[in-house]
Each structure stands twice: as structure tokens, then as C-alpha cells.
């Protein structure tokens, strides 16, 4: 096995890959930890609140970063990428796993491997190309589409040409082959949460408590709620639930898009059941899930196609059953109905998410069959050994392939 130092890039900062370089350090494997400061996410925090350590490396902008401007973003992520290679210049990682990372940023980094010897490995969360495609292509018709193209090309060169690629799912298998990876190079490594950070805690909590909901039947969507969720569902369901169960709640803890959509619905007619709330400082998240009696995650039908909601994994820890509006050949809702952890319904299917999620609140065994479900599987999957022996293979792999004669 090799000792090659690792630089692992996770532009977004999702503490799972964070734990995971902390952990292969523990274990012998130097490894940096390196992420965007500038970036804003529900992870952010995650980061703040974090011990100093030598192997975290926070790379920020000068400035504020602009989400909502396309083409401001485009030049800030190609200005830390930059910023990112000055970084590598100077630390020199043999290995370097890109995960979470805008195109732009993936394509200097891995121009950066090839001039330096080092070997690049695609870490693919979501398949930006066909996203941009589909998304920026229903708003911008015609440079939409062209941007999809590009970006699509651009995407298959970078996995065609990566050391190794990590698939999280096995219908991105696809993509790799049709891009021309060898089969050999690639891996499927599903996501995990980190147990450590996600402990299970009761309904009847400080935070609970602190926020009225100790008492209520509470529904929790926590996360990024982007272009590729429905926030109407949420609000339709609380628009029931305020009907016909005033102690039900429906809380939302994200930012953004999606969540100032649901603020200014509420503005115009007001629903007492929906509960708006920002991200929650990562240290109490374990007592805001713990509140929930069901967690539901939300995907559109198109990003079925390019993303795996990642809050799935995270509900599984919190010991609590849920309701996912996710398509039902989405990898996410096959593991959900595998495990027996939850239900999944049509993610346009209104009438139906509103009454399985009802339905659910009103089964207590049921639910707590399922939390169990849910926290026996997390336990066993996401043990930190079996992650830190995939990713020392991985590593090992790619290595062989950039110093293969």
C-alpha cells in the first residue's frame, strides 16, 4: 500500500470527507484536507466550529462569493482553483482527490496533476454537464444548451483522462464508460455520514424546546433547497397540515433559492405550520433532526438523473424514519426501501407525498420500526475502517497509473 501524500480537495466542505482525511491521517496516510472558506453552505459551520489542525487547509476569495450571478461565480471559482494550484505548488501531494468541485475547478486542478506528475482522481458527486444541460437549457433556450454542450464535453475529458474516477452511484457507471474511462479505474464508493457527528438524540431537547417544537408533530427538511428541489411540496404539505392538524410543523432549516421562495409564499398567505428557519450550527444539528417524527428529502425528477440527495445518509443516523420525494429509480429511494428505512413517493405527486407523509405521522410503530431500521444500517455502513480501505485503493490505484512506464 502506498504512503503517497494526499491532497483531498472538497470544494464544498462536507464534514464526511473531512472525517475521512482525518481519519486515513490517524491511520498513517498523510492527507490535507482542502476546501473553499468562501463557499456558502450548510457545512460551513461545520468548519468554524472545528479544531485548528496543519492538515486543514481553508482556501478563501477575497470578497463575498456570488451564488445567484452565473457568470460572477464562473470567474470566482476559476480565481480560488487558481489559488487552490498556487497551494499544491508549494505542498506537492502525489495524489490528489477532487470531490464537490465545480468543472472549472476540476479542469486547473487536473492540469495541474498533469504538469507536476501527480495522479487526479474524479471524485463524481453529481453530473454537472447534464444538470447544466437540463437546468440552464429550460432558461436560457439557446445558451442553455450550448453551455450544457460544453460543459458536458468538458466533463467527460476530465473523467476520461482522470488516474481513477469514484462514482457514488452505480448509474453514473454509464457516464464513465461512455466518456471512455477504463473500467478498471473506476469505483463505486457510495456516501456515508460520519456516525461521530450525527449521534442520536430525543425529541425533547434543549433545541426543540428553545424553538416550541417538543411537543408538536414535527416534519424536518434540513439542507440546500437549490434548483433541483420542489419547495412547493413543503409548503403544500404544510398547508394541509396547518388545515386539518394544528400541532403538526413542518420546519425547514436551508437558505437560498429555495427557502426565499417559501418566505415570500407565506408573506402573501400566511401558513402557521411551516416553520423557516437558517442553518443550524452544526454542533446542534444531532437535536434538530432528533426533533423531526419523520425527515423527508425532496428531488426533482430530472436531477434524479445527476444527483443523490446526500441528507438521506445523515437521516439515517438521526434514528428517524422518512418520507423521500425522490424518484423510485434514484439510488437514494432504492437504499431507502431496501433498508426498510422509510417510504418513497413520486416527487410530482403532491396528493401522495401529503398523505403518506400524514399517514406517517399518525403510525407511531411504524415509524419507530423504521428509525431503527435506519440507525442499524447507518451503524454498519458507514463503519470508518470500511471507508478508510476503499479509499486506501483507491489511492494505491491511482498511483500505479501515474508512475506506470
Known amino acids: 500500500m502506498t504512503c503517497m501524500s494526499t491532497a483531498l480537495v472538497d470544494y464544498a466542505n462536507y464534514p464526511f470527507l ?5 481519519d486515513l491521517n490517524r ?17 460551513h459551520s461545520s468548519s468554524v466550529n472545528a ?11 477575497d470578497g463575498l462569493f456570488s451564488k445567484q450571478s452565473l457568470f460572477k461565480r464562473r470567474a470566482q471559482e476559476i480565481a480560488w482553483a487558481k489559488r487552490c494550484c498556487a497551494w499544491l505548488d508549494t505542498s506537492r501531494p502525489g495524489v490528489v482527490l477532487a470531490s464537490n ?19 487526479f482522481v474524479m471524485w463524481v458527486q453529481d453530473i454537472h454537464g ?41 448509474d453514473h457507471q454509464v457516464l464513465a ?9 473506476t469505483t463505486v464508493l457510495e456516501n456515508w455520514a460520519v456516525l461521530a457527528d450525527h449521534p442520536q438524540r430525543p425529541k425533547d431537547s434543549p433545541w426543540s424546546r428553545r424553538h416550541g417544537l417538543d411537543t408538536t408533530a414535527n416534519v424536518v427538511y434540513a439542507g440546500t433547497l ?18 386539518s392538524s394544528p400541532q403538526s410543523r413542518v420546519i425547514v432549516i436551508s437558505e437560498g433559492v429555495g427557502a426565499d421562495w417559501l418566505r415570500q409564499q407565506i408573506a402573501v398567505a400566511p401558513c402557521p405550520a411551516l416553520v423557516l428557519l437558517p442553518f443550524q450550527p452544526f454542533a446542534e444539528l444531532p437535536e434538530a433532526l432528533g426533533a423531526a417524527d419523520v425527515l423527508t428529502a425532496i428531488l426533482e425528477p430530472d436531477a434524479s438523473l445527476f444527483s443523490v440527495p446526500s441528507k438521506t445518509l445523515t437521516y439515517l443516523c438521526a434514528g428517524r424514519a422518512q418520507v423521500a420525494a425522490v424518484p ?19 416527487p410530482a405527486d403532491v396528493t401522495g407525498y401529503t398523505a403518506t407523509m400524514v399517514g406517517m405521522l399518525a403510525d407511531a410503530p411504524r415509524r419507530e420500526a423504521m428509525a431503527t431500521a435506519a440507525r442499524v444500517y447507518a451503524e454498519s455502513a458507514f463503519a470508518p475502517e470500511r471507508i478508510r480501505a476503499a479509499l486506501l485503493d483507491i489511492i494505491a490505484k491511482a498511483a500505479a497509473v501515474r508512475v506506470a512506464p
Open 101 to 119: 468541485c465545480p468543472l472549472e475547478v476540476l479542469r486547473l486542478l487536473q492540469r495541474w496533476c498533469s504538469r507536476h506528475g501527480a495522479a
Open 328 to 346: 423510485l429509480g434514484n439510488s437514494a429511494a432504492r437504499m431507502i426501501m431496501r433498508i426498510g428505512a422509510g417510504m418513497v413517493v413520486d
Open 226 to 243: 437549490g434548483m433541483k428541489h420542489n419547495p412547493g411540496l413543503l409548503l403544500a404539505l404544510a398547508r394541509s397540515l396547518s388545515a
Open 51 to 61: 479544531p485548528a489542525s496543519p492538515d486543514v487547509v481553508p482556501i478563501a476569495l
Open 177 to 185: 464508460l461512455s466518456a471512455g474511462q477504463h473500467p478498471e479505474r
Open 18 to 22: 473531512r472525517g475521512a482525511a482525518t
Open 130 to 170: 447534464l444538470a447544466i444541460k437540463r437546468i440552464l437549457g429550460r432558461k436560457l433556450p439557446v445558451v442553455g444548451h450550448l453551455a450544457g454542450w460544453w460543459y458536458d464535453r468538458l466533463e467527460r475529458r476530465l473523467i476520461r483522462e482522470s488516474a481513477h474516477t469514484i462514482l457514488i452511484s452505480p
Open 27 to 43: 491511520n498513517g496516510h498523510p492527507t490535507w484536507y482542502v476546501y473553499s472558506a468562501s463557499f456558502q453552505s450548510p457545512n
